[in-house]
Structures are given as structure tokens and as C-alpha cells.
Nanobody
């Protein structure tokens, strides 16, 4: 069992920056990779970025060059720069275990608005 606790999020103006952080506890030795997903109102949840324990990353095309994912020990962070109104969503931390099971955080809200 893995528990994910997120921090960060909030209201930011277009062009601004925010940093999300996610700390994993429990059976962290069984984590294969972690990532961030987001869900905007009326839309499906989508991948934002993922990172493996070895440091390999992949990003959604819509955030490439603006967002950076990084991991350290049992945490994963998402640095979001040059934010746009279309980045407004609930952002969920995700951990995928070696056995294929996935765990989700509760999701901080990110609002990009002037």
C-alpha cells in the first residue's frame, strides 16, 4: 500500500509559475514510476508527465518546454512555468507499482486566471 500526499497548487496569473510536490509513504520500495495527471472540468483525466525511478521522463505535448518533473527519494515534484488558462485543472499525483497497481493522491486545484 502506498499513500500519496500532495502540496502546492492554488491561483496564479497567466504566465506565472507554480510547483506541485507529492510525497509517497508506505511500500515505496515497490514503486516503479510516478507522475502527474490532470482533469479539467468536463474533460477526461490526462497525463501531464511521468518519471521512472531511473529518471526517464515523458511529457504531454501541451506542457513540453514549460513543465518539468523531477523525483528525489520518495517525492516527485512538478515545476510549472509559463502557465496558461488552459492549464487550469485538478492535478493528481500517481504512483505505479512494480505489480501494476496504481495509487492516486487527492489532487490539488490549479487555477490560472487573471
Amino acid at each position: 500500500q502506498v499513500t500519496l500526499v500532495e502540496s502546492g497548487g492554488g491561483l496564479v496569473q497567466p504566465g506565472g509559475s507554480l510547483r506541485l510536490s507529492c510525497a509517497a509513504s508506505g511500500s515505496i520500495f515497490s514503486i516503479n514510476d510516478m507522475g502527474w495527471y490532470r482533469q479539467a472540468p468536463g474533460k477526461q483525466r490526462e497525463l501531464v508527465a511521468r518519471i521512472t525511478i531511473g529518471g526517464s521522463t515523458n511529457y504531454a505535448d501541451s506542457v513540453k518546454g514549460r513543465f518539468t518533473i523531477a523525483n528525489a527519494k520518495n517525492t516527485v515534484a512538478l515545476q510549472m512555468n509559463s502557465l496558461k488558462p488552459e492549464d487550469t485543472a485538478v492535478y493528481y499525483c500517481n504512483a505505479r507499482l512494480l505489480n501494476g497497481m496504481t495509487h492516486w493522491g487527492k489532487g490539488p486545484l490549479v487555477t490560472v486566471s487573471s
